[in-house]
Every structure is written in C-alpha cells, then in structure tokens.
C-alpha cells in the first residue's frame, strides 16, 4: 500500500530511531570512572534507558572511551560498564551500557518499569 505523498515526505523526514531501549526523561545520580582512572565524575543522568544513558559534562569524554558507572536506584548500587557512544563538545556524553554487575539490570528494569506505569 502506498502512503499519501504528505505522509511519504515525512516518514523521509523523520530520523531512523537507533535506540534499543526507550529513554525516559529521569535523573538518577551517577558516578562515572574512566577506565584507568581513579578520579570519579559525579552527576546526575538527563535521560536513562535498559541500554544507556546520558550525562551533562562540560569536559567531555572522547567516543570509544570505556567507563565503570555506578547509578544509585532507590538507595541501592547499580554498577555498570559501558562505552561512550555519543559526545556533545561542552554539553554532554551518551553512555551504552554493556554489562551489569550482579542484579543489577533487573534493578534497574524495575525501576523504569515502575516509573512508567
């Protein structure tokens, strides 16, 4: 079936959606550590997902750069690592999220789940 020529331009025009996981609008506090690094980044995320997250930074990471994170949910650790896949220079990181330490995927499947409910 063909779409209308109003509805064809904009399907054109609407970006292709590359996220796994929906990302809810929720600030969660977040401990990051470079790979190799001592120094701890603390901050709270802008958006959260399943599958990663994003962060405000005036000193940005660089893409490809590694991370262990920890997200505290409802008073309990979420550790993480992840990769940043995104950088906005003197605005932010977008961090995936590549394995979860111990349950910590099901915490925080909870929790979104909980808050879109």
Do not use: K
């Amino acid at each position: 079936m063909d779409l209308p020529s109003h509805q064809r331009s904009e399907a054109a025009a609407s970006p292709v959606e590359r996220r796994r996981f929906p990302r809810h609008s929720v600030h969660v506090q977040i401990e990051l550590h470079q790979e190799g690094s001592e120094v701890p980044l603390r901050m709270e995320t802008t958006d959260l997902s399943r599958g990663g997250c994003y962060v405000q930074l005036m000193m940005t990471l660089s893409v490809g750069t590694y991370v262990n994170a920890t997200l505290w949910i409802d008073d309990s650790p979420v550790r993480v690592r992840g990769r940043v896949v995104t950088r906005h220079p003197q605005f932010g990181n977008g961090i995936m999220f590549l394995e979860f330490q111990g349950n910590g995927e099901q915490v925080l499947s909870r929790y979104l789940d909980a808050i879109i409910d």
